[in-house]
């Protein structure tokens, strides 16, 4: 089961720490993902986190988002800095068994298990 959570209001320039957590997995042995869907919009790629390791971000968040893993690497966290209004959205965190081939991190079909999201908002 996983739980997103700490979104909330925040205004330009601010920042949030997106938590994901899990019960009964360790981050190391999956694959991670944080997607984003705004009002209107489709459900969109915003950071992957690949085995515990290697990370991806979406080009309009490099510089400003970052990932990182609590030491026993069982809740993924998404640092979220410099927040504009168009990162205003429900954030979504996303799993994928790492044993498995044909990961693609920016597809959401390629997820197994979602959490509930998180909504945040950027707003003065």
């Known amino acids: 089961q996983l739980q997103a959570s700490g979104g909330g209001l925040v205004q330009p320039g601010g920042s949030l720490r997106l938590s994901c957590q899990t019960s009964?997995?360790?981050?190391?042995?999956?694959?991670v993902g944080w997607f984003r869907q705004a009002p209107g919009k489709e459900r969109e790629f915003v950071a992957a986190?690949?085995?515990?390791?290697?990370?991806y971000f979406e080009e309009s968040v490099k510089g400003r988002f970052s990932i990182s893993t609590d030491n026993a690497k069982t809740t993924v966290y998404l640092q979220m800095n410099s927040l504009k209004p168009e990162d205003t959205a429900v954030y979504y965190c996303?799993?994928?068994?790492?044993?498995?081939?044909?990961?693609?991190?920016?597809?959401?079909?390629?997820?197994?298990?979602w959490g509930q999201g998180t909504l945040v908002t950027v707003s003065s």
């Open positions: 986190l690949r085995s515990g390791q290697r990370t």
């Open positions: 009964g997995l360790t981050f190391s042995r999956y694959h």
């Open positions: 996303a799993v994928r068994n790492g044993l498995r081939v044909g990961y693609e991190y920016s597809v959401p079909g390629t997820y197994d298990h």
